[in-house]
Structure formats: C-alpha cells, structure tokens
C-alpha cells in the first residue's frame, strides 16, 4: 500500500478544536474495571510490605544520593505540566476541559481518601511522606493529582505531548520510590487512582477521543497524494472506524476511513473486545490500525477482481501521525426501497460469484448491499475473509436468505433462492436460519416486521420436503427437582454433625476469626473460571462465536446444574445452544462432548504432572467392601449395554433407524471435528480447561488462607481434582453433599484442622456452585429470550 510523503509540522499542544464533540468509549470503561481491580489487589498487599517490595526498597537505598536532585526535578516537571495544562485551558478559553479537570481534581482526593481509609483505617492524605513509616499507606497527592490532570485531559492533547505526559507519569512513580517518599505498591496504587478518576470523568461526561480533527485528516490525505475539495463526516458510523464523506479535485465522490489512535473504538482493547467478545457479524479480524485498512484493501480489491460490484480502493496506509486511512470511490447506490425479485436474483448471482473465489463477507444486509443499474454488489469489507471452510457461507446464503424475506416476503424470496441454489445446498444450510448468524439489522427488521426466524426455517424445509433441523429438548427447573436439592445439602449438614462433631455454631466461630479480605478474594477468583469454560467452547466450536454469550452459557449451566447432574447438564446444553447457532444435531453434540472430554483430559494431565514432579499424594483408602461394590455396578452397567446392543442388531425394525441416525451422527460430527487439529483450537480447548482447574484451585487456597491455614498449589490441585473426578460419577446433582465432604476429607489430609477445612469447603462451594446460579438464572432466561437456547 502506499505510503504517505512525510512533512514536517509545527508542534502543537491541543490536538481537538474547542467544541469539539464527545462521545463515551468502552475503553474507558475497561480502562475502569481495571484500575479498580489492581486497586484492590495493591491494597491486599501492601500492609505490610511483601518481601519482593522489601527487596525493591532496599535495592533503591543503594542509589547514590546525588541522584536526589535528579528525582526532584522529574517530579516537578510532572506537576509544573499538569499546571501549563490547566492555565493553557484557561487562555485558550477550553472550559469544558477547565471543568473536566477540577472534577478530576476532586474525585482524585474523594478516592484516595477512601482507599486510605480501607488499607490504613484513616481518612487522611498525604502530600509527601518519609519511607521510615512503612505501616502507612495513604495515597500520595504530590504525583496522583498532577497524573489525573494530565490523563484526563490526554484525549486533547497531540500525540507526542502525550506521551510525554505518560512518560513523565512513570518516572515521577519511580522516583518518589527513589526519594523515599512511597513505597512501591504505594507509588503505583498513586498512579492507578489517577487512571482510575480520569475513566470515570471521560466515561460519565464523555470525551473528545471519538473523532479525529478533519484539519490533520486533509492534511494525511495531501500526505497520501488525495486532493479533496470537501470533506465531512458521514451520517453512518459504523463502530470501530471513522467514515468520511469528501470530493476530491476530479469531482469523485470517495469514502475516507481513518483507524486512529483518537478514534472511536479502534484501539487495540477495543477491537479485541469486539472481535473476541461480541464476535457480531463482520466484526474486524484484524486487532491492528494499520492491519484492518490492508485486509479491507486486500479483500475490496479481491472482491472487485472475481467480479463482484464494490468500491475500487484509492489508496490505504498509515500516515504519519499513525491513523490508518482507507480511500475508496463511491460506487453504484444504497440498495433502499429497489427491490424486487430481479434484484434478489443479482443479489444471489454475487453472492456465487464472492463463494467461487472463497470470500465470505458476513453481513449480507442492505446496510452493505448496493445497486448499479442490474448489478447487485457490497461494500465494506472489514469482516469479510477467506476461508475454504463452508460454514462462513453458509452463514452468508442464510443472511441473504433472511433479506429477501424482510423485502419481498417469505414465498417470494425462498422462490428465489431455490433458483440459485442446489436442494442440497439449501438443505445444508437451514440449520443458519437463526436468530445469531444474522446481522443486527436484520433482528431489527425481523422484529418490526413481526417474523419469527423459526417460522421461516420451517417453511423452508416444508418447500425443499425435509424435516426442519430439530432442537434438542431441555429439561425445566420443577419444585421436585428444586426440592432434591435441598435434600443433600440437609443430609450433608447433618451427617458432617454426626461423623465430626461439628456444628453451625462451630462454622460460626470460624467465620468469625476469618481474614475477609481473603475471602473476598476468593469470591470475586471463584467467579472467572467460568470465562475460562467459555474459551474452551470456543475452541470446541467449528464455527465462530461471541465469547461474550458462551460465558452466559457457561452461567446459565450453573443455573441448570443445581437440578441435572453436571456433565449431563453441560451436554444438552452445549447440543441445545450449539443447535441455535446453526450446527446439525450431531456436530453440536460433538462440540459438547470433545468440551468436556478435554476437561477431563486436562484434569488428568495436571494431575499427573502434580503427581510425578511433586511430594503432593494420591492417598485413596478404599475399603474392600467399597471396592467390590464399585465392581459390582460398574458389571451391571456393561451387561446392560451389551444386551441393549444386541437387540439392536438381532432385531431389523430397531437396526435400520439406529444405523440411519448413527451414520448421520458419525457424519456430522466429523464434520464438526475437522479443523480441531489446529493449534489455536487445541489452544483453547486445552488452555482453558487447564486454567480453569489452576484458577479453582486456587480458589480454594483463597479461602483456606482466610482461615489461616495455608495450602500448597499441588495439594490443592489433587484435592480439587480427585474430588471432581469422583463427584463427575455420583448421580447427584451438581454432588451436593459428596462434594462438600470430600473436599473436608481432603483439606483435613493436608494438615488443615476441621474446624477450618470444614468452614473453607463450604465457602468454596458456596463461592463455585450456589452462589453463579443466582445470576446463572438471568443468563439462563436471557439466552431464552434471545433464542439461544
């Protein structure tokens, strides 16, 4: 692609014009969360120091002294910085950056004084403090104010005069430390409040980081060798890209794009978050600036090149201020009100012609449709891809499908579509009728218009004489089942009473002695390993997902878990919510079932390396009698699947429907396996599920440490482990009771005393399994209401 001739500009301090317009971003949004959670996490450690922060200060206490003067002036410099900014916003009569400032100001004092008062029990602050008084912990205002300053202020600022402000940031940070004036935790929990204030001004009143200046824009464009007679924004923004419509000096009319630093949602978090997270149709696939405008470029130009009507592409690159700009010419017209069935045949005639050259576009919507003439074509390619693997256009024919019928009516546009498709090919795409392959346009017509997805699904397998794709069936929460519940956790209580002597009043005394900011800890750790779940279904997934609601799904079984034993439970659900988005039966039980063979997988991998690299035992004292039990069902078992099996096979009226369904099955899930050889797949698979074991047992050494009582990683780990492994086999929902004591059991083997194992076990289960269903049922009814289950 071309790059632009560099030309040098007067430095300058504001970057934005004076009025210019605000938006509210997600990346202050993450940037909050955040610094909330490193605030919390710096506050759990800082009293008293760590021996590693000790380590840090005594290294500092070797400097030479004659750097004294060097740490002073790089704190001066901070705060003389954060002084020209607020009188530069007073002289260039910025008020709302003046009044964004003073807030800052404020809850940058409103939140030290909270996080003093939580670490150190006291509600002042400090504007300097000798090191000697290690215990005290206030946040210091002397580099926290003038860093808020500076940071929230940041989106008017040009680019090199802000990285001189986070530069200047850091080395202030470091140099409190090297003045004694700051411990390290300190000195960085100091620098987090000023992140943490600044987010919650921009994200409350907005921010100006939303839109590039056109000045700078017109001036990359002449970079770029593009002459325009006028330029302005377009009244379309997509999220995640800056359009503008603009004339250049022939009389074209072209489309800018610029990916910049100060755009809207192209930062690097912000993309990821939408292609990981939300994972919408025609999401980027690229998380880079300068990588989205090439991949656009590159699959424009592919698209033009098969034939297909879209907008030649300009130029595209990276200009010299970093923003990324794609110039395309406008071609042909917004599809609108021209619809009819001659223009769904050219809409079908394209789509061909994109899938001959292995192109998927995934939004094929009339947002992206255009219209020259009887050509139908598309623009905006930044989600398209190419790929060998069938399931992405399929999803493209299933859109396509959906917007003939919000224009012409369901009869009418599957007329069309049995005209431009094989049977077969129909067939095999039916199972993407649903609500989540579509765009959010299209769910948004589909509701104006009062259409049900599945009505249409139907009907289309009505006129192709195939049966519609079947949804697997779940089973519903009933007092019955609520009250088998409530029965273990009873016996559980009352046999821990009988067999070791202890009571509720013993689980109080416990609780009462606990250190909370542990549990605490353990209550928020106990909450991710469900995320983790989700990216382990990602990889078990053909087709591409939205994390986001494969974490809901992950709640959602927690809800369910509490009626249907767990591996059950996450099977059909995984079949039910697999089967929503698209895949035959067979591939969406494979999806389920290679999700949870690789958890067991992974169970057995961690505990074999803890095993045989650790002094950490497997000590099962299985009497004979337990044994011989075990023997005994585990026979009964295989005889009645041998005799199941063999009447299937003697008897022809069960074979030919069984073999049928099997043959069907075995293809579809071969199907859904290919591709699992991929390392990011079996990154996912096996990555996940390993850190989600990891992270619960470190879970459970959260709360054994709240009870004083601290536990080695490998022992955790075979604890939790065995105690999975062995409750995956018991028929008791969710092993309410079972699970509970063998975690004592197991907590009691490694020196923990009763009265702590017993309080720790039941914090834990509460933490990992009574406690998600509460909000596991609103993810439940959510996935519901949005047809995903």
């Known amino acids: 692609m071309d790059q632009p001739r560099r030309r040098g500009r007067p430095l300058r301090l504001f970057a934005t014009r004076v009025e210019e317009p605000r938006a509210r971003r997600a990346g202050d949004l993450a940037l909050l969360i955040t610094g909330l959670i490193s605030l919390t996490l710096l506050s759990l450690v800082a009293v008293p120091p760590a021996g590693l922060e000790l380590g840090l200060i005594n ?30 916003a007073v002289v260039r009569r910025r008020w709302r950056l003046l009044s964004d400032v003073i807030l800052v100001a404020l809850l940058t004092t409103a939140v030290g004084l909270v996080v003093g008062r939580l670490v150190q029990g006291s509600w002042d602050l400090v504007w300097s403090q000798p ?49 004694h004036a700051a411990t390290p935790t300190l000195a960085l929990a100091s620098l987090v409040i000023a992140v943490v204030a600044a987010a919650s001004i921009h994200l409350v009143f ?14 990359d464009l002449t970079a770029f060798g593009v002459e325009v007679r006028s330029l302005g924004a377009a009244e379309r923004q997509p999220a995640g890209v800056f359009v503008l419509d603009a004339e250049d000096v022939d009389g074209r009319r072209i489309d800018v794009k610029v990916y ?21 149709p025609g999401a980027p696939v690229a998380p880079g600036r300068l990588e989205q405008v090439e991949h656009e470029a590159f699959l424009t130009l592919l698209a033009g090149q098969s034939g297909v009507l879209t907008q030649p592409v300009v130029t595209a690159g990276l200009a010299p201020n970093e923003d990324a700009l794609l110039v395309l010419v406008e071609s042909g017209r917004p599809i609108g009100e021209e619809w009819t069935a001659s223009t769904a045949r050219g809409m079908w005639i394209m789509l061909a012609k994109l899938h001959t050259a292995r192109i998927s576009h995934g939004q094929i919507d009339d947002e992206h449709l255009i219209v020259d003439d009887d050509r139908v074509g598309l623009i905006d390619f930044r989600g398209a891809r190419v790929s060998p693997d069938p399931l992405h256009r399929l999803i493209d024919q299933a859109q396509a499908l959906v917007t003939g019928v919000l224009r012409l009516g369901t009869g009418t546009a599957l007329d069309v579509a049995l005209e431009a498709l094989e049977p077969e090919v129909m067939a095999e795409m039916l199972p993407f009728v649903q609500a989540d392959p579509l765009t959010p346009y299209q769910r948004r017509g589909l509701k104006e218009a009062g259409l049900d997805i599945d009505d249409v699904r139907e009907e289309a397998a009505q006129r192709l004489g195939v049966d519609p794709p079947e949804l697997e069936r779940l089973r519903r929460v009933t007092w019955g089942s609520a009250f088998r519940v409530v029965l273990p956790i009873l016996a559980f209580l009352a046999l ?23 549990v605490v800890a353990g209550l928020v750790l106990a909450q991710v390993p469900r995320l983790f779940q989700a990216v382990s279904a990602l990889g078990a997934s ?40 698209g895949l035959p039966s067979g591939s969406a039980f494979t999806v389920g079932a290679v999700d949870s063979f690789a958890g067991f997988l992974s169970q057995l991998i961690l505990l074999g390396l803890v095993l045989t690299f650790t002094s950490a035992t497997l000590d099962l004292d299985l009497e004979s009698e337990t044994t011989a039990g075990m023997v005994r069902l585990l026979l009964v078992v295989v005889i009645v699947a041998v005799a199941l099996l063999g009447a299937v096979l003697v008897i022809p009226r069960f074979r030919r429907p069984v073999f049928q369904h099997v043959r069907r099955l075995w293809t579809e899930a071969v199907s859904a396996l290919r591709g699992l050889g991929s390392p990011r797949r079996l990154g996912m698979l096996l990555g996940g599920n390993l850190s989600n074991e990891i992270l619960l047992a470190i879970t459970l050494g959260a709360f054994t440490l709240a009870f004083g009582e601290p536990v080695g990683l490998p022992e955790l780990l075979v604890i939790n482990i065995t105690v999975s492994l062995f409750a995956g086999i018991v028929p008791i929902p969710g092993g309410i009771g079972v699970v509970e004591s063998a975690l004592i059991f197991g907590l009691a083997r490694s020196g923990v005393p009763e009265e702590a194992a017993f309080a720790a076990a039941l914090m834990y289960r ?17 996935l519901e209401k949005n047809k995903h289950l």
């Open 496 to 518: 821990a009473n009988v067999f070791t002597g202890l009571n509720l009043q013993d689980l109080a005394a416990a609780l009462a002695d606990a250190s909370w900011w542990f």
């Open 260 to 280: 910049g630093r100060d755009a809207n949602d192209t930062q690097r978090l912000t993309t990821l978050w939408r292609t990981v997270w939300l994972r919408r």
């Open 131 to 179: 090191l000697e008084d290690t215990l005290r912990w206030s946040p210091w205002l002397r580099l926290t104010l003038p860093a808020a300053v500076i940071l929230v202020s940041n989106p008017h600022l040009t680019r090199p005069i802000r990285v001189v402000g986070w530069w200047l940031a850091v080395l202030a940070a470091v140099s409190a430390v090297a003045l």
């Open 542 to 581: 053909p087709i591409p997902l939205p994390l986001g609601r494969l974490y809901l799904l992950q709640l959602a079984q927690q809800f369910i878990a509490l009626t249907i034993p767990g591996g059950a439970a996450r099977i059909a659900m995984n079949v039910r919510f697999f089967q929503r988005h």
């Open 59 to 88: 290294l500092v206490d070797a400097l030479p002294s004659a750097l004294d003067g060097t740490w002073r002036f790089l704190i001066g410099l901070l705060g003389m910085m954060a002084g020209l900014l607020a009188v530069a």
């Open 206 to 219: 907005g921010s100006s980081r939303g839109r590039p200046d056109l000045e700078s824009v017109i001036s």
């Open 766 to 782: 509460f933490a990992t399994f009574y406690l998600p269903p509460a909000w596991g049922f609103f993810a439940f009814r959510w």
